[in-house]
């Protein structure tokens, strides 16, 4: 039939050996990445079991329709099934010699283990006796029907997999054999009978009219209703709810759908000559090369990951009898998909009787720590270049290199060791569950989650909890890779660790110690070290691989990048991460604590001595400040922007006040005492705004208190000329903000030049110091040629920028509606995380028009947004000369200013 979009592909080899794969990895838009990286492995002669993909285009389709098949799909679905079967020389449901397939999920993103597989599809009560003669091998037939049963029940129909894993426990312990692979065949076949009843006994009819056969529901016998019903819940398993998240938390699309794989099994569980298994090229959380995973004989499919049974180290694998080739094999493929992709790749194989068998590869997941060294030895091997090297490594993930450690110096006790899954340390409340995880957070307590193991419905709990800590799995396992995806610390494996997820408590075994919920926990995910109690965490420094990589950004990079900062050891901070520069130091942070008082004496003061004392102690105050910031940056321009919250931030709350004086009464206070509280109140009540982030503040402050500007410019000029003097190089900026008309800046800009010259003149020095503004009101903006006629330097404040394009609070966008945006796909992102283009379409004019009326105009960019490695991608292109952010992020912006260099390049 004639198709317009082609939307299955076959890949592996047909009857004769000839590679008929119609896919390749740059198709994984279309095959998802499994299904495109089949085929690649298909296409450099690697052993893939044959198979065909379907598209995700056709996922999309069929979901769009409200789950209905497009026209003509299920037919070419028939033809690539029928093609298959001709290839293997096997038809699936056969009475002699069944042809068994797996269907399999696989999205353009990786998103692992968050949809759905189904094993051994094509098994019903005939075919199991052609698996039986044709294998000799009775065990592992029923072994695979059960195995089948229960998957499809689970991933396909819904039931609750513990309806399964409680009667194979009551099974074992019937026969009093401790691991699933001492199961008999007539112990299995026993299963398989007890598996079908419950199946009957949980499936509505309601639901699967079609299943219903003599009144009952009956497990589907039709391995074309099996492979039909399979490929539909890989396809629902898109939009399940765990999907959905982890694609929200990863920023991938909804609308990409994922693709469906149907292969021809090979079999793991055919005896001690066949196994299954998991690896890296090389080591995942360090980056190390070596030999790395985990593999089970005589196993299949996710039993590794699932931690049922212990696993063994990958690198043994070749010494195992029975194995030996298929492990030395194992190894050279290593090489050949390291050199081919030209990166470090995961692999799922499986080895059939002594022969290797290629399930999957794609490019690993990795710590950031495994990220640089991967880059920078790849580098030196001469696989990559330097400029790649640099592109590989996600700047976000830095993140996790700038995350707290266990101080060196701190004293504990070791309660318990595990394995080291994912680097970085918590500390915090024991929990045992994800939904107390979330409650936890929610509630602003920090906590650690503690687990049998992981599984994808603890994905909520997981991203709450500021760590993981499992007794089961090992380095492979769901909690680890996930904690890994999201830089979050985790100990997994701690194998003397009962927990008892019910009474939310866990026993340590050797010891007396109970860890109950709410007990606090510290562990370390770098050494696999777990402590009852807190442990003082610190801070890394910049060195080695990190150290490397963010030197070879800086020869890529065009965008300076400063930091945020208000106090000395903040700036010393940003500095020892490479900041080149203070983009942004708000002087109100240094009104806070005791110096309060005197601000709130000077707002609420009429008496004019009063109010000038109370500036002259404000400005001591902040000449002491000045000084230190700038002899923190000496030789580096400091910004310091003028005053800018409204003024009734630094007073008490009318709210708290009323209070207070309700109380005062209720006790029987002084009259004279309380009636002061009142006038206070009325005093600060007259400050009151209906819209104080568009009311009373920024320049405006300054227009109408001129002796603030004069008190902050003075004290701004005179540590300079103190410093000046002591012979180092400040360089200090003033900034005024929130400035929409071009005459606020004028005239402010006379104030500053004023006081300049007046301490130039006291102190007998020159002080060079740039005046400029922020934008970040859209007339500004627009009128950028005008009010750059007045400035030294733009800095673009994106958070109340954004703030007042949209018209959105940016103080209560967790509120109602942004979230409701998001999920309603209106906005594609919050606004106040990655700069909105709209948004930044003001930006570039401001940068356009600024040049207009200064060429020598500098500009940079000061909001949250300056450290968000999406957004330094737009500000690239907008043109500004750098961004400024918090201190932890700066290395983060090095890096993602210079991937967008190299994208623009
Ligand atoms: P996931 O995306 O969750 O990793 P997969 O589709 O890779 O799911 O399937 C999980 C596991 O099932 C694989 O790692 C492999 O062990 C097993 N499996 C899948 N297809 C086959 C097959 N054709 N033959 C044997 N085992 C298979
Ligand atoms: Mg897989
Ligand atoms: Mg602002």
Redesign the pocket.
């Known amino acids: 039939m004639a198709e317009t979009v082609k939307r299955v592909y076959a890949f592996g080899k047909d009857a004769d050996g000839n590679n008929v794969t119609e896919g390749n990895t740059s198709m994984k838009m279309v095959l998802g990445g499994?299904g495109a990286n089949l085929a690649e492995m298909a296409n450099i002669g690697l052993p893939v079991?044959p198979?065909f993909t379907i598209t995700c285009q056709t996922c999309m389709e069929y979901a769009n329709a409200d789950n209905t098949w497009p026209e003509g799909a299920l037919d070419t679905i028939r033809e690539y099934r029928e093609d298959l079967e001709a290839r293997m020389g096997k038809r699936i449901g056969d009475a002699e010699d069944p042809l068994l397939?797996?269907v399999?999920?696989?999205a353009p993103m990786s998103m692992?283990?968050m949809?759905d597989?189904v094993?051994n599809l094509g098994l019903n009560d005939q075919s199991i006796n052609g698996l039986i003669a044709q294998t000799e091998n009775p065990r592992f037939a029923w072994d695979s029907y059960r195995r089948f049963i229960q998957m499809f029940s689970n991933v396909v129909m819904g039931l609750d997999g513990d309806l399964f894993e409680n009667a194979i426990t009551a099974m074992k312990n019937a026969r009093g054999v401790a691991s699933d692979t001492d199961l008999t065949a007539e112990d299995l076949q026993e299963l398989v009978r007890e598996f079908k009843d419950i199946f009957s006994e949980n499936v509505l009819a309601a639901d699967y009219p079609s299943l219903v056969v003599d009144g009952e529901v009956q497990f589907p016998q039709d391995p074309m209703v099996q492979l039909q019903l399979a490929i539909e819940a890989v396809f629902g398993s898109w939009n399940n709810p765990r999907a959905t998240l982890y694609r929200k938390q990863n920023k991938i699309a909804d609308d990409l759908g994922t693709a469906v794989?149907v292969?021809?099994?090979?079999?793991?569980n055919k005896g001690n000559t066949s196994a299954?298994g998991?690896a890296f090229t090389r080591n995942p959380a360090n980056g190390e090369a070596e030999f790395y995973g985990d593999y089970l004989v005589n196993a299949?499919?996710?039993d590794v990951v699932a931690g049922i049974r212990n696993t063994s180290p990958i690198a043994e694998l070749k010494e195992v009898e029975g194995l030996e080739e298929a492990g030395l094999e194992l190894e050279g493929i290593f090489t050949t998909l390291e050199n081919h992709f030209r990166d470090m790749c995961d692999i799922?194989f499986?080895i059939e009787q002594g022969k290797l068998?290629m399930?999957?590869t794609r490019v690993g997941k990795r710590t950031a720590a495994a990220a640089l060294h991967i880059a920078i030895e790849m580098e030196k091997e001469g696989l990559i270049t330097k400029e790649e090297a640099v592109k590989r490594v996600d700047p976000e993930q830095l993140d996790q290199l700038l995350h707290p450690q266990f101080d060196k110096n701190a004293t504990y006790d070791v309660l318990a060791r595990g394995l080291n899954a994912s680097p970085g340390a918590a500390v915090g409340e024991a929990v045992f569950s994800a939904a107390d995880a979330v409650a936890a957070a929610e509630a602003g307590r920090k906590c650690v989650l503690v687990r049998w193991e992981t599984n994808p419905d603890d994905l909520a709990g997981m991203i709450a909890a500021e760590g993981i800590l499992t007794s089961h799995g090992g380095k492979t396992s769901h909690a680890a890779v996930i904690a890994r995806g999201m830089g979050a610390p985790c100990v997994c494996g701690v194998e003397s660790l009962k927990i008892d997820a019910e009474k939310k408590q866990a026993v340590v075994s050797g010891t007396d110690v109970v860890i109950s919920e709410g007990d606090v926990v510290s562990i370390d995910g770098t050494s696999g070290i777990v402590v009852l109690g807190a442990v003082d965490l610190v801070m890394p420094e910049l060195t080695g691989d990190l150290d490397t990589i963010l030197e070879w950004a800086d020869e890529f990079r065009t965008l300076g990048v400063r930091a945020n900062a208000d106090n000395p050891e903040d700036a010393a901070l940003s500095r020892s991460f490479g900041a080149q520069g203070i983009g942004l130091c708000r002087t109100e942070h240094m009104f806070l604590g005791d110096r309060k008082q005197i601000i709130q004496t000077f707002i609420l003061n009429e008496d004019e001595a009063v109010r000038e004392k109370a500036v002259n102690d404000l400005f001591e105050a902040q000449t002491g400040d000045f000084y230190g910031m700038f002899k923190a940056m000496d030789g580096l321009p400091v910004i310091v922007r003028l005053l800018d919250p409204p003024l009734h931030e630094f007073l008490e709350s009318p709210r708290a006040l009323d209070v207070e004086i309700a109380r005062m009464e209720a006790t029987g206070a002084d009259a004279a005492a309380v009636a002061e509280k009142r006038e206070l109140m009325e005093k600060i009540d007259s400050f009151a705004e209906q819209n104080p982030m568009l009311g009373m503040r920024g320049c405006r402050l300054g227009i109408v208190y001129p002796i603030l500007p004069v008190m902050q410019v003075r004290a701004i000029a005179t540590a300079m000329a103190k410093l000046k003097k002591e012979g180092f190089d400040p360089k200090p900026e003033v900034m005024i903000p929130l400035v929409s008309v071009k005459a606020e800046l004028e005239k402010l800009r006379g104030v500053a030049e004023k006081t300049i010259a007046e301490v130039e003149a006291e102190q007998g020095v020159t002080l060079e110091i740039p005046i400029g503004t922020m934008i970040e009101l859209p007339r500004a903006a627009v009128t950028a040629d005008d009010i750059a006629k007045h400035a030294d330097f733009f800095s673009f404040g994106t958070n109340d920028l954004t703030q007042t394009t949209f018209g959105f609070s940016r103080d209560d966008v967790e509120g109602e509606f942004v979230p409701q945006y998001l999920a309603q796909h209106i906005l594609p992102y919050n606004p106040f995380a990655t700069i909105d283009r709209g948004v930044a379409k003001l930006v570039a004019m401001g940068v356009k028009l600024g040049h207009e009326g200064n060429p020598d105009l500098m500009c940079g960019v000061c909001g949250e947004h300056g450290g968000d490695p999406d957004s330094i991608h737009i500000f690239q292109e907008c043109g500004v000369n750098y961004v400024s952010c918090s201190p932890y992020r700066v290395p983060i912006a090095r890096l993602a200013a210079a991937q967008a260099a190299l994208e623009n390049k």
């Open positions: 499994k079991p198979g397939v797996s399999r999920s696989g692992p283990g949809m597989t094993l794989n292969q021809s099994m090979v079999f793991g299954t998991v299949q499919g996710e799922e499986t068998w399930l999957q």
